[in-house]
Protein backbone atom coordinates (compact mmCIF):
# COMPACT_ATOMS: atom_id res chain seq x y z
CA UNK A 1 0.00 0.00 0.00
CA UNK A 2 1.47 3.33 -0.81
CA UNK A 3 0.97 6.69 0.67
CA UNK A 4 1.11 5.35 3.86
CA UNK A 5 4.62 6.44 5.16
CA UNK A 6 6.86 4.87 7.74
CA UNK A 7 4.92 3.48 10.51
CA UNK A 8 5.68 1.75 14.09
CA UNK A 9 3.33 -1.08 13.36
CA UNK A 10 3.43 -3.95 10.72
CA UNK A 11 0.14 -4.69 10.33
CA UNK A 12 -1.82 -3.49 7.32
CA UNK A 13 -5.75 -3.45 7.49
CA UNK A 14 -8.56 -2.92 4.83
CA UNK A 15 -10.98 -2.29 7.31
CA UNK A 16 -11.75 0.91 8.51
CA UNK A 17 -11.72 -0.49 12.11
CA UNK A 18 -10.83 -3.70 13.91
CA UNK A 19 -11.22 -4.76 17.13
CA UNK A 20 -10.02 -7.77 18.54
CA UNK A 21 -9.93 -9.02 22.27
CA UNK A 22 -7.38 -10.93 23.60
CA UNK A 23 -6.29 -12.24 26.76
CA UNK A 24 -4.47 -9.14 27.83
CA UNK A 25 -7.12 -6.35 26.47
CA UNK A 26 -7.85 -5.32 23.34
CA UNK A 27 -6.27 -4.43 20.53
CA UNK A 28 -7.71 -1.29 18.47
CA UNK A 29 -6.09 -1.00 15.01
CA UNK A 30 -7.76 1.83 12.78
CA UNK A 31 -6.37 2.90 9.23
CA UNK A 32 -7.05 6.66 9.10
CA UNK A 33 -5.50 9.81 6.55
CA UNK A 34 -2.70 9.83 8.34
CA UNK A 35 -1.65 6.16 8.49
CA UNK A 36 -2.51 3.42 10.27
CA UNK A 37 -2.80 3.48 14.26
CA UNK A 38 -2.26 1.03 16.71
CA UNK A 39 -3.01 0.94 20.68
CA UNK A 40 -3.52 -1.49 22.89
CA UNK A 41 -6.28 -1.10 26.49
CA UNK A 42 -7.05 -3.39 29.30
CA UNK A 43 -10.60 -4.05 29.97
CA UNK A 44 -11.36 -3.57 33.70
CA UNK A 45 -11.70 -7.52 34.26
CA UNK A 46 -7.89 -7.60 32.86
CA UNK A 47 -6.55 -5.02 34.48
CA UNK A 48 -4.88 -7.19 37.57
CA UNK A 49 -2.40 -6.18 39.81
CA UNK A 50 0.07 -8.49 40.50
CA UNK A 51 0.23 -10.10 44.53
CA UNK A 52 3.86 -10.73 45.38
CA UNK A 53 4.26 -14.53 46.30
CA UNK A 54 5.35 -16.31 49.37
CA UNK A 55 4.64 -12.89 51.12
CA UNK A 56 1.68 -12.29 53.25
CA UNK A 57 2.03 -8.69 53.26
CA UNK A 58 1.83 -9.03 49.15
CA UNK A 59 -1.36 -10.05 49.87
CA UNK A 60 -2.35 -7.67 52.09
CA UNK A 61 -1.51 -4.83 49.69
CA UNK A 62 -3.95 -6.83 47.01
CA UNK A 63 -6.73 -7.06 48.90
CA UNK A 64 -6.78 -3.12 50.88
CA UNK A 65 -8.21 -1.33 47.81
CA UNK A 66 -10.58 -3.91 47.16
CA UNK A 67 -11.87 -3.62 50.66
CA UNK A 68 -12.24 0.33 50.17
CA UNK A 69 -13.69 -0.39 46.88
CA UNK A 70 -10.94 0.88 44.41
CA UNK A 71 -10.69 -2.11 42.63
CA UNK A 72 -12.86 -4.17 41.26
CA UNK A 73 -13.26 -7.50 42.62
CA UNK A 74 -13.57 -8.90 39.20
CA UNK A 75 -9.74 -8.44 38.17
CA UNK A 76 -9.09 -11.23 40.69
CA UNK A 77 -10.51 -13.23 37.57
CA UNK A 78 -7.27 -12.57 35.42
CA UNK A 79 -4.50 -13.61 38.22
CA UNK A 80 -2.30 -16.23 37.46
CA UNK A 81 -2.95 -19.38 39.10
CA UNK A 82 -0.08 -19.28 41.31
CA UNK A 83 -0.80 -15.94 42.80
CA UNK A 84 -4.48 -16.82 42.95
CA UNK A 85 -3.35 -20.14 44.80
CA UNK A 86 -0.85 -17.83 47.09
CA UNK A 87 -4.37 -15.41 48.26
CA UNK A 88 -6.10 -18.86 49.45
CA UNK A 89 -3.19 -19.68 50.89
CA UNK A 90 -3.11 -16.59 52.98
CA UNK A 91 -6.58 -16.61 53.63
CA UNK A 92 -9.17 -13.86 52.00
CA UNK A 93 -9.83 -11.27 54.34
CA UNK A 94 -13.50 -11.67 56.03
CA UNK A 95 -14.59 -8.20 55.49
CA UNK A 96 -14.96 -9.43 52.05
CA UNK A 97 -17.78 -10.91 52.17
CA UNK A 98 -19.60 -7.84 52.91
CA UNK A 99 -17.66 -6.12 50.33
CA UNK A 100 -18.95 -9.10 47.98
CA UNK A 101 -22.65 -9.18 49.45
CA UNK A 102 -23.12 -5.44 48.66
CA UNK A 103 -21.90 -5.94 45.04
CA UNK A 104 -23.88 -8.80 44.54
CA UNK A 105 -26.93 -7.15 46.18
CA UNK A 106 -27.56 -10.42 48.72
CA UNK A 107 -26.87 -10.44 51.96
CA UNK A 108 -23.96 -12.57 53.93
CA UNK A 109 -26.23 -14.89 55.55
CA UNK A 110 -27.00 -15.72 51.23
CA UNK A 111 -23.24 -16.01 50.83
CA UNK A 112 -22.87 -18.51 53.88
CA UNK A 113 -25.37 -20.54 53.12
CA UNK A 114 -24.40 -20.75 49.30
CA UNK A 115 -20.87 -21.45 50.49
CA UNK A 116 -21.36 -23.48 53.24
CA UNK A 117 -19.31 -20.65 55.34
CA UNK A 118 -19.89 -21.30 59.38
CA UNK A 119 -21.85 -18.58 60.22
CA UNK A 120 -20.44 -17.74 63.67
CA UNK A 121 -17.00 -18.31 62.72
CA UNK A 122 -17.06 -16.18 59.77
CA UNK A 123 -18.40 -13.39 61.85
CA UNK A 124 -16.08 -13.71 64.85
CA UNK A 125 -13.51 -13.09 62.07
CA UNK A 126 -15.03 -10.60 60.71
CA UNK A 127 -15.02 -8.19 63.75
CA UNK A 128 -12.00 -8.80 64.91
CA UNK A 129 -10.76 -8.67 60.87
CA UNK A 130 -9.36 -11.85 60.78
CA UNK A 131 -8.89 -13.63 57.50
CA UNK A 132 -11.04 -16.89 56.64
CA UNK A 133 -9.12 -20.39 56.35
CA UNK A 134 -8.00 -21.82 53.03
CA UNK A 135 -10.97 -24.30 52.27
CA UNK A 136 -13.47 -21.15 52.72
CA UNK A 137 -11.24 -18.84 51.29
CA UNK A 138 -11.58 -20.74 48.10
CA UNK A 139 -14.80 -20.83 47.86
CA UNK A 140 -14.97 -17.14 47.93
CA UNK A 141 -12.27 -16.56 45.44
CA UNK A 142 -14.08 -19.07 43.38
CA UNK A 143 -17.15 -17.01 43.68
CA UNK A 144 -15.08 -13.92 42.72
CA UNK A 145 -13.54 -15.50 39.65
CA UNK A 146 -16.83 -16.44 38.78
CA UNK A 147 -18.23 -13.07 38.06
CA UNK A 148 -14.60 -11.66 36.52
CA UNK A 149 -15.46 -14.43 34.16
CA UNK A 150 -18.52 -12.88 33.36
CA UNK A 151 -17.47 -9.53 32.89
CA UNK A 152 -15.22 -10.78 30.88
CA UNK A 153 -16.85 -12.58 28.91
CA UNK A 154 -19.13 -9.64 27.99
CA UNK A 155 -16.45 -7.19 27.49
CA UNK A 156 -15.35 -9.56 24.87
CA UNK A 157 -18.58 -10.16 23.27
CA UNK A 158 -20.30 -6.45 23.37
CA UNK A 159 -20.68 -3.28 25.21
CA UNK A 160 -20.16 -3.70 28.72
CA UNK A 161 -21.32 -0.25 29.28
CA UNK A 162 -24.11 -0.48 32.36
CA UNK A 163 -23.60 -4.25 32.52
CA UNK A 164 -23.65 -5.36 36.51
CA UNK A 165 -21.41 -8.12 36.89
CA UNK A 166 -21.72 -9.22 40.38
CA UNK A 167 -25.81 -8.50 40.24
CA UNK A 168 -26.01 -10.64 36.80
CA UNK A 169 -24.05 -13.37 38.39
CA UNK A 170 -26.25 -13.46 41.84
CA UNK A 171 -29.99 -13.24 39.64
CA UNK A 172 -28.74 -15.87 37.62
CA UNK A 173 -27.28 -18.45 40.45
CA UNK A 174 -30.68 -18.02 42.02
CA UNK A 175 -32.45 -19.02 38.86
CA UNK A 176 -32.93 -23.00 38.06
CA UNK A 177 -31.50 -23.98 34.63
CA UNK A 178 -32.46 -27.17 33.00
CA UNK A 179 -28.87 -27.80 32.31
CA UNK A 180 -28.37 -28.77 35.89
CA UNK A 181 -31.82 -30.51 36.11
CA UNK A 182 -33.63 -27.88 37.22
CA UNK A 183 -31.40 -26.79 40.29
CA UNK A 184 -29.99 -23.78 40.91
CA UNK A 185 -26.11 -22.82 40.10
CA UNK A 186 -25.84 -21.98 43.56
CA UNK A 187 -26.30 -24.95 45.08
CA UNK A 188 -23.07 -25.94 42.89
CA UNK A 189 -20.97 -23.15 44.57
CA UNK A 190 -19.98 -24.95 47.96
CA UNK A 191 -17.09 -27.72 46.38
CA UNK A 192 -14.38 -27.44 43.88
CA UNK A 193 -16.12 -29.97 41.15
CA UNK A 194 -19.20 -27.95 41.26
CA UNK A 195 -17.67 -24.54 40.56
CA UNK A 196 -16.12 -25.78 37.64
CA UNK A 197 -19.59 -26.96 36.30
CA UNK A 198 -20.59 -23.63 36.70
CA UNK A 199 -18.03 -21.77 35.46
CA UNK A 200 -18.23 -24.55 32.18
CA UNK A 201 -22.04 -23.35 31.56
CA UNK A 202 -21.16 -19.45 32.28
CA UNK A 203 -18.12 -20.21 29.13
CA UNK A 204 -20.61 -22.47 27.27
CA UNK A 205 -23.28 -19.03 26.75
CA UNK A 206 -20.34 -16.98 25.08
CA UNK A 207 -20.23 -19.97 22.22
CA UNK A 208 -23.50 -20.14 21.74
CA UNK A 209 -23.60 -23.98 23.17
CA UNK A 210 -25.71 -22.79 25.95
CA UNK A 211 -28.30 -20.47 27.11
Not at 53 to 75: F, H, Q, Y
Not at 81 to 99: K, N
Not at 184 to 200: E, H, N
Request: cysteine-free; overall charge positive.
Amino acid sequence: MRGLGRHNVTVLVVLAEVWRVTQVGAIIISYEPSGIMMSVTRSAATRAPRVRLGAKTGSDAWWRPVLRRERSIAVLYALPTLERMQLVRDGVPATLLGVLATAMGVTKETLYSMLQLPRATVNRKVRSGERLGPPESERVIGLVRLIGEVQTIVEESGDPVGFDAPRWVASWLDHPLPALGGERPATYMDTADGRDLISGLVAQMQSGAYA
